[in-house]
């Protein structure tokens, strides 16, 4: 039983340069979320899906784009990437309800130069 | 969501009792209270969840009041592998949880 698996873990992009970060999970999971994590801070919510085909910004969307692919896959885009969105992004995934534990996958560490 | 307040950092020794505590002043009816622990290079994992009164587990107790407007994450006889920053979520008990985490607080536990 995996989890959350987020793959690249480490990444090194060009100003300009796009990527797509990739999630999965396998705990048949409906919401799905994008969080970045800059040096010594919180966690800030990139954007959330509550379930297969919805997707909600978050606290910082702007420069983002995702794609709930499936109720399994949650992958998050960067068109145009910038040295501000340097930075840890964390995917996680929760089940509805009363129980609102979060999973989350082990990270992928971006840079951009 | 309700907005949730708590110190930035906390020091304290081995084997102490540590008590952090959250404040989540508008918080909602069917809001429940969840702490996350998150150590260097990883991701937050979940510690506790409570929705009034208290709550317990093998790692934390969790109080709440009965106004619900805080909250506190206690950590019986610490240890040097609890140093780690502690989050403090209100998050809705329904469908399409939004999660959002605060700064945390940051606790060291020194020898």
């Known amino acids: 039983n995996a989890g959350v698996t987020q793959t690249p873990k480490f990444q090194v992009l060009k100003t300009g340069q796009s990527m797509t970060l990739q999630c999965a999970q396998d705990?048949?999971?409906?919401?799905m979320y994008w969080y970045r994590q800059d040096p010594g801070m919180g966690l800030r919510l990139i954007y959330y899906?509550?379930?297969?085909?919805?997707?909600d910004k978050g606290e910082v969307p702007n420069g983002y784009n995702v794609s709930r692919l499936n109720k399994r896959e949650f992958s998050l885009r960067l068109e145009s990437a910038a040295p501000s969105q340097t930075s840890v992004y964390f995917c996680?995934?929760?089940?509805?309800?009363?129980?609102?534990?979060?999973?989350f996958g082990q990270g992928t560490r971006l840079t951009v130069v | 969501l309700a907005k949730t307040t708590q110190p930035i950092s906390m020091d304290s020794y081995e084997g102490q009792e540590v008590n952090i505590t959250c404040s989540h002043n508008?918080?909602?009816?069917?809001?429940?209270i969840t702490w996350y622990q998150q150590f260097p290079s990883q991701g937050p994992r979940f510690i506790i969840q409570?929705?009034?009164t208290k709550v317990t587990n093998e790692v934390a107790s969790l109080f709440i009041p009965a106004d619900r407007k805080s909250s506190t994450l206690s950590l019986p006889r610490v240890s040097l592998s609890d140093t780690a920053v502690y989050y403090c979520?209100?998050?809705?008990?329904?469908?399409?949880?939004?999660?959002?985490f605060g700064g945390g607080t940051r606790l060291m536990v020194k020898p």
């Open positions: 996680a995934s929760s089940e509805w309800g009363q129980n609102t534990e979060a999973f």
């Open positions: 705990m048949n999971h409906n919401s």
């Open positions: 899906s509550a379930s297969e085909g919805t997707t």
């Open positions: 508008n918080i909602a009816t069917n809001d429940y």
């Open positions: 409570g929705y009034k």
């Open positions: 979520l209100v998050a809705r008990g329904n469908a399409g949880n939004m999660l959002t």
